[in-house]
């Protein structure tokens, strides 16, 4: 008999424009993992109004955000892709587990002063995405490794009260995981709010070319990873090597004696590339908002089966009175 595949959970916020770094960094690996294992691709736009969101924005993006995944190669029908709150089971499994949730523990979280309390709970709203599927692993970068641990410390919390109710996840940080870093300043995370540092996986060749030409490199004008001493050639040879699957070595030998002059045209081309046929497919899918809308009403609906699963056992446990 066929071994029973594990579960995979993992999503991205709507709350900026999807960059080079969600595709190499996370949407990529997903692609690789949907054969092998049983998927749910989320687009987490509770946890988006964490932080305040022009409506209209929120609500193209989200839909955008999908046309996106289906483009990169996520595959709908292997995987199951919908948008959170179409899912109200996961506003429901956070209420419970926030009464499981100490205080304390989630001020050890690192976030900013003055946050609201949506902000300041929402590892509890994560841990239900996460465990609604009873899922097994949960593919995240480092950052979010202890949003996962906390995760798990909850579920082994109530398991040890109501006997075993939720699978124990594991974060699952992929081991070609490649860490895109700002064009701007290479030691810090290429992230959406940095319009500069940041390539977006929709941006037209030509910023692309821009983006890449201005990268911050070093003045020794020599082509080597090297991580510590120099942050920008490092991240500009990951991207190059992530885009063309060629080795750091290999990258290392085709630019020797070359220069920056050479080298950051190559690697803005290799990127131009490596987004076109991404970019257009986006364009095609998001202009079919009748297959969109299909996709993700039937992604809730498969979603929302297994949700419920988890949650009536969840509400029995804890003494609920039938409905
Ligand atoms: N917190 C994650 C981030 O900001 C997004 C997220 C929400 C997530 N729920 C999740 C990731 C569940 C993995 C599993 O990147």
Same mark, same amino acid.
């Given at each position: 008999?066929?071994?029973?595949?594990?579960?995979?959970?993992?999503?991205? $916020?709507?709350?900026g424009e999807l960059t080079l770094?969600s595709y190499?960094?996370?949407?990529?690996?997903?692609?690789?993992?949907?054969?092998?294992?049983?998927?749910?691709?989320?687009?987490?736009?509770?946890?988006?109004?964490?932080?305040?969101?022009?409506?209209?924005?929120?609500?193209r993006r989200?839909?955008n955000q999908?046309a996106q995944y289906?483009a990169c190669?996520?595959?709908?029908? @292997?995987?199951?892709?919908?948008?959170?709150?179409?899912?109200?089971?996961?506003?429901?499994?956070?209420?419970?587990?926030?009464?499981?949730?100490?205080?304390?523990?989630?001020?050890?979280?690192?976030?900013?002063?003055?946050?609201?309390?949506?902000?300041?709970?929402?590892?509890? #709203?994560?841990?239900?995405?996460?465990?609604?599927?009873?899922?097994?692993?949960?593919?995240?970068?480092?950052? $979010?490794? $202890?949003?996962?641990?906390?995760?798990?410390?909850?579920? $082994?919390?109530?398991?040890?009260?109501?006997?075993?109710?939720?699978?124990?996840?594991?974060?699952?940080?992929?081991?070609?995981?490649?860490?895109?870093?700002? #064009?701007?300043?290479?030691?810090?995370?290429?992230?959406k709010?940095?319009p500069?540092?940041c390539v977006y996986m929709m941006d037209k060749p030509e910023d692309i070319?821009?983006k890449?030409?201005?990268?911050?490199?070093?003045?020794?004008?020599?082509? @080597?990873?090297?991580?510590?001493? @120099?942050?920008?050639?490092?991240?500009? #040879?990951?991207?190059?090597?992530?885009?063309?699957?060629?080795?750091?070595?290999?990258?290392?030998?085709?630019?020797?004696?070359?220069?920056?002059?050479?080298?950051?045209?190559?690697?803005?081309?290799?990127v131009v590339?490596l987004l076109r046929p991404i970019r257009e497919e986006s364009e095609r899918i998001m202009a079919? @908002?009748?297959?969109?809308?299909?996709?993700?009403?039937?992604?809730?609906?498969?979603?929302?089966? #297994?949700?419920?699963?988890?949650?009536?056992?969840?509400?029995?446990?804890?003494?609920?009175?039938?409905?």
């Amino acid at each position: 008999m066929e071994e029973k595949k594990k579960r995979i959970f993992s999503g991205i $916020q709507p709350s900026g424009e999807l960059t080079l770094g969600s595709y190499m960094g996370a949407i990529k690996n997903w692609v690789d993992l949907q054969d092998d294992y049983d998927c749910l691709y989320c687009i987490v736009d509770m946890h988006a109004i964490t932080v305040r969101q022009d409506p209209a924005t929120l609500r193209r993006r989200s839909v955008n955000q999908l046309a996106q995944y289906i483009a990169c190669g996520l595959d709908p029908q @292997k995987n199951i892709m919908f948008i959170q709150s179409h899912v109200p089971q996961h506003a429901e499994l956070g209420w419970v587990l926030g009464c499981y949730t100490q205080f304390g523990e989630l001020s050890r979280m690192t976030h900013a002063d003055n946050i609201t309390s949506g902000l300041f709970t929402y590892p509890v #709203l994560m841990a239900a995405d996460i465990l609604l599927y009873q899922t097994d692993l949960v593919p995240v970068g480092e950052d $979010q490794k $202890q949003h996962v641990e906390l995760c798990r410390d909850i579920a $082994q919390r109530f398991n040890g009260v109501y006997g075993d109710t939720f699978t124990l996840p594991e974060p699952f940080i992929p081991k070609m995981g490649a860490r895109v870093m700002s #064009l701007g300043d290479p030691t810090s995370k290429m992230s959406k709010s940095d319009p500069d540092g940041c390539v977006y996986m929709m941006d037209k060749p030509e910023d692309i070319m821009r983006k890449f030409k201005r990268a911050v490199t070093d003045c020794d004008a020599c082509v @080597k990873f090297d991580k510590e001493n @120099k942050p920008g050639i490092s991240n500009l #040879l990951s991207i190059y090597c992530a885009a063309t699957g060629k080795t750091v070595a290999e990258a290392e030998f085709e630019f020797a004696g070359q220069g920056y002059g050479i080298f950051k045209p190559a690697v803005g081309e290799s990127v131009v590339e490596l987004l076109r046929p991404i970019r257009e497919e986006s364009e095609r899918i998001m202009a079919d @908002k009748a297959y969109l809308e299909g996709i993700y009403k039937e992604g809730a609906s498969r979603a929302q089966y #297994l949700a419920n699963k988890t949650l009536s056992r969840v509400y029995r446990k804890i003494g609920f009175a039938a409905r």
